[in-house]
């Protein structure tokens, strides 16, 4: 068994000789033409590659690799994961794409899984040729550097080039439109037209001469023919948006489009042929719906060929301070607006906010409080978080908790998720985060700010000694100022 390491850096070579499993025998390049050079020679069974090096990409590299050895499995890794970049590696037949650091363990896996596709394939197993692969034209930008995120670039990477219908599922706000429009300009369709239909937004007495069309006459007010969006999309790709909002009689003919790739438009009875790429989305339950006979089973699984979920922005919190940067150097630029940043305070009140509405929540918050920023620096009462939702402030808990209650309460906030989300900021950063001091910081901020200063009070809710909670505060240069109680004059 031999595995081809392909890195500018020289540790990692090392450290892959650590982890490769016993017996492999390892060889070594540090760059793309050294690399091209060592497969001529006898390719391997596995090359594990980077992106970024001097002279040839990890791209290119590993386009030229697919077109000379088409069976050969590559894994790609990079420091730099962006959303162009996944897609890029999965449409050019990467068989896995991982952000550096990695973690260890699921390397492995992967090199496992790598190595028995090439054992299988030497069985005669054999894979296609690699797609042609288009000029890819500017996508929309999706913001997000999280494992989670990573996954749907990959998904996308996957779908773009092959002619299939994709539901994209998600909660409102999280970007299931820009999903479906990297899967547009990523596709061989991408020249062709791009065509959205927010079906929610359309009433449903006009969405079906919307979608189909309708003939000269077919209802008061039809002066003309009209072509509907499918014909408008024919050769490119249409997106119906919110598509759980159909009501039964569109739904039976937009199955007829999916099964015949044909539509008959309103008031007329010759069909027309359309050729156009479907791909939809929904913030709705559609199992529910088929359960409750809102939703055509047959459609259903006409529409649910390939699924991919985007996750809320709770789900991947890490991806907060990226996208918090990226829509402020926007916004400052569009509105003139010379805002640096947040003040610790906003930043810490941003992250913990749930975003109900995910990033569209996100942006329209940050925008506002661009607009109306009273200085360089927004502030909490800049971010009004929650105001304009309606939520209400929580009551303050009461002074004594019973013992029992306190425990439920520390499991319903899920602080083993919060620290697991913490461990892999920290592993993610390579340890330049430091955790225990962070987590301490926050808790001991947190309980004096509870206790209105009252130290002995703060180091009773914390379960230390008061001189451990003095020394922890000048260790963290943490100033709080004690409450001021009147003075008992019986």
């Known amino acids: 068994m031999k595995i081809l390491i392909v890195d500018d850096e020289e540790q990692i070579h090392y450290a892959f000789r650590k982890i490769l499993p016993a017996g492999a025998t390892v060889v070594s390049a540090l760059s793309g033409e050294e690399a091209l050079a060592k497969l001529a020679e006898g390719p391997p069974d596995l090359v594990i590659m980077d992106v970024r090096m001097g002279g040839m990409t990890g791209l290119a590299t590993l386009q030229t690799m697919r077109e000379r050895y088409p069976r050969l499995p590559i894994i790609i890794m990079t420091a730099y994961g962006t959303m162009q970049t996944a897609i890029e590696a999965m449409k050019l037949g990467a068989f896995e794409y991982l952000l550096k650091p990695f973690d260890i363990p699921r390397m492995q896996r992967v090199i496992e899984e790598a190595l028995a596709t090439a054992r299988a394939q030497h069985r005669g197993v054999a894979a296609g040729p690699p797609a042609a692969v288009p000029d890819a034209s500017s996508a929309d930008a999706i913001i997000g550097v999280s494992a989670a995120m990573q996954e749907v670039y990959k998904q996308i990477g996957r779908v773009a080039e092959k002619d299939i219908t994709v539901l994209i599922r998600g909660e409102s706000g999280t970007g299931k439109e820009l999903v479906a429009r990297a899967i547009y300009r990523n596709s061989r369709r991408a020249s062709r037209p791009f065509v959205v239909v927010n079906c929610a937004a359309i009433p449903d007495t006009l969405l079906e001469s919307e979608l189909f069309g309708y003939e000269r006459g077919a209802f008061t007010g039809a002066q003309a023919r009209h072509a509907g969006r499918f014909e408008q999309a024919d050769g490119g790709t249409i997106f119906l948006d919110e598509i759980g ?49 809102q939703f055509r089973e047959d459609l259903f699984y006409r529409l649910n060929v390939i699924t991919i979920e985007v996750p809320p922005l709770r789900e991947r919190r890490e991806d907060i301070p990226v996208l918090v940067a990226y829509f402020l150097d926007r916004f400052q630029k569009e509105l003139g607006r010379p805002v640096r940043g947040l003040d610790p305070a906003a930043l810490r009140a941003v992250e913990a906010y749930p975003w109900p509405g995910n990033v569209r929540e996100l942006e329209n918050t940050l925008k506002r409080a661009v607009l109306l920023a009273k200085g360089p620096l927004l502030t909490a009462d800049d971010l009004r978080l929650g105001v304009d939702a309606g939520a209400q402030a929580p009551e303050p808990a009461p002074a004594e908790t019973p013992p029992a209650a306190a425990a439920e309460s520390l499991d319903s906030i899920g602080w ?53 909670l003095r020394s922890r505060m000048s260790k963290y240069a943490i100033r709080v100022e004690p409450a001021v109680t009147p003075r008992d004059e019986s």
């Open 245 to 293: 909002e159909l009501k039964a009689q569109t739904q039976a003919k937009l199955l007829r489009v999916l099964q015949e790739g044909e539509v008959t438009p309103l008031g007329g009875g010759e069909t027309r042929r359309v050729d156009v790429r479907v791909l939809c989305a929904t913030n709705r339950d559609l199992h529910a719906m088929l359960r409750a006979g």
């Open 416 to 468: 083993e998720a919060l620290l697991e989300r913490a461990l892999a900021r920290a592993v993610a950063t390579r340890g330049r985060e430091k955790l225990m001091p962070a987590v301490e910081r926050v808790l001991i901020t947190k309980a004096l700010e509870r206790t209105a200063g009252n130290q002995v009070q703060a180091a009773r809710l914390l379960g230390i000694s008061r001189n451990t």
